[in-house]
Structures are given as structure tokens and as C-alpha cells.
């Protein structure tokens, strides 16, 4: 039974940074692509950032240059760097995990599996 265990969030204020870890089981980290989503009520959950099994990654625009995702296979954990942080960076933020190599793209659906997700909330 695969799990994903999403730890990290939290309050912060806008430009400071937290750092999302998502714990996995019954999933080996590394051989297929992840990815970080995020979701604020009434909008569509959106890809935040992806990374394929041999490292290739990439981001929405809105985090790009401020958002670093990775991985540790020994740790079965994928990561999420978040820097300075925004108010429109808001949200409830869910690990994903596919059954392929290479990433789906930025559609929730080519995802099989979710965590719970962690609330984050960035202050003005």
C-alpha cells in the first residue's frame, strides 16, 4: 500500500522560506516522476514543480527561480524548497506520485498517487 506523508507547512511571513517534505512507503522514490501540486479553495489544483526519475525538473512559472524540488532515495523523501515566499503562495500543498518514468506534464490526472497535504500560508 503506498502512503506519501506530506510534513512542513506552516505560517511564515511573505519572504521568508519553509521547506515541505513528502515521506513515501510502498513507493520507491527515484524510479518514477513526482511532483509538488497546490490547491487554494474554488481553483483547480495546480503543478508546482515536477522531477523525473533521472533528475529532469521543472517549474510553474510562478515559482520558478524561487522553489527548488529534490528528492533522496536513501530517505525515501521528496522536498520542496520554497524561498521567498508570497501571499499568492498560499495554499494547501500535496505531494504526487506517478507509475511512470517520465512526467505526465502538469495534469493531476496523469498522477496515481496523493498525500493528505500541508497547509501553507504566507502573511503580508
Known amino acids: 500500500q503506498v502512503q506519501l506523508v506530506e510534513s512542513g507547512g506552516g505560517s511564515v511571513q511573505a519572504g521568508e522560506s519553509l ?3 513528502c515521506a513515501a512507503s510502498g513507493y520507491t522514490v ?3 516522476c513526482m511532483a509538488w501540486f497546490r490547491q487554494v479553495p474554488g481553483k483547480e489544483r495546480e503543478m508546482v514543480a515536477r522531477i523525473s526519475s533521472v533528475g529532469g525538473r521543472a517549474y510553474a512559472d510562478s515559482v520558478q527561480g524561487r522553489f527548488t524540488i529534490s528528492q533522496d532515495n536513501a530517505k525515501q523523501t521528496l522536498y520542496l524548497e520554497m ?4 501571499p499568492e503562495d498560499t495554499a494547501t500543498y500535496y505531494c504526487a506520485a506517478a507509475t511512470v518514468p517520465f512526467c505526465p506534464g502538469r495534469s493531476r490526472s496523469g498522477y496515481t498517487y496523493w498525500g493528505q497535504g500541508t497547509q501553507v500560508t504566507v502573511s503580508s
Open 19 to 21: 521547506r515541505l517534505s
Open 30 to 32: 527515484g524510479t518514477y
Open 83 to 86: 524561498n521567498s515566499l508570497k
